[in-house]
């Protein structure tokens, strides 16, 4: 049974109830009124990073902050096509409680407790099932990787699902070597353009390699490039005290 919340709900509602005043052709805001799907794509996108950038210094008061302005732009989207009659902000709960309930039937159904190894395979086998449909349809198991991802998230992404698929049967794990030697013919090639190439697909088979060892490159990435930010802080705090 899920245990109702009486609180949240009333709370939610009233997050609706402030999204349609907003959105009121007689007495809403102007701006509100005037946006479109694609002139607030770039908010949410930037209320994402800033939702990141939160979880990353672990700052408990900024993610409430943080994730109220990126829940704030999935209910002012399905608004918008509410108003347009599409679709409403009751679709998308009603579509992802759907989903939620149909790849956890451990929790929801009949089977029985799992281990966290077991959920995962299960997961994956239900996900599975769902882009096989999808194929039949038309669809590729690739779809649903957004082009505006991060490259190095969606190289990632790309290769997992791929993996877990026989479309590429004979293919194997990224190795060190390929990489070094993608780079190493960067280096000795003179055409800019067949040179951003190989390095293309040495990022590309480095961020196989990330998901192979259970890392997230991205996160990787994001945590290096602090550290070295941290680091030139700290040069320039130095050459100021010495002059």
């Known amino acids: 049974m899920i245990p109702q919340l009486e609180k949240e709900s009333k709370e939610f509602v009233k997050l609706l109830q402030v999204m349609r005043k907003l959105r009121d052709p007689q007495n809403g805001c102007p701006w509100d009124l005037n946006q479109t799907h694609q002139s607030i794509r770039s908010n949410l996108l930037e209320e994402t990073h800033e939702a990141l950038e939160a ?11 943080e994730f109220g302005d990126v829940l704030f732009q999935v209910i002012f989207h399905a608004q918008i096509a509410e108003d347009e009659e599409s ?26 407790s799992m281990t966290t190894d077991k959920v995962l395979f299960q997961w ?36 997992s699902r791929v993996r877990r698929t026989n479309l590429l049967e004979n293919s194997k794990d990224s190795s ?16 800019l353009i067949m040179r951003e190439q190989e390095i293309g697909k040495a990022l590309f088979l480095l961020a196989d390699k990330a998901d192979v060892l259970g890392i997230d490159a991205e996160s990787a990435l994001r945590s290096a490039n602090e550290k070295f930010r941290f680091q030139i802080k700290e040069i320039e705090s130095n050459a100021k005290r010495v002059g």
Do not use: C
């Open 87 to 112: 679709f409403g902000i009751y679709d998308v709960l009603q579509n992802i409680v759907s989903k939620l309930i149909t790849r956890h039937p451990h929790v929801f159904g009949d089977t029985e």
């Open 176 to 191: 060190i070597e390929q990489i070094i030697i993608l780079f190493n013919e960067a280096e000795k090639n003179t055409n």
């Open 55 to 65: 979880l990353d210094n672990n700052d408990k008061t900024l993610m409430v902050e």
């Open 124 to 159: 994956e086998q239900i996900k599975a099932k769902e882009r096989a449909q999808k194929q039949n349809n038309g669809q590729s198991i690739l779809d649903g990787i957004p082009k505006s991802m991060p490259a190095l998230a969606a190289a990632q992404s790309m290769n």
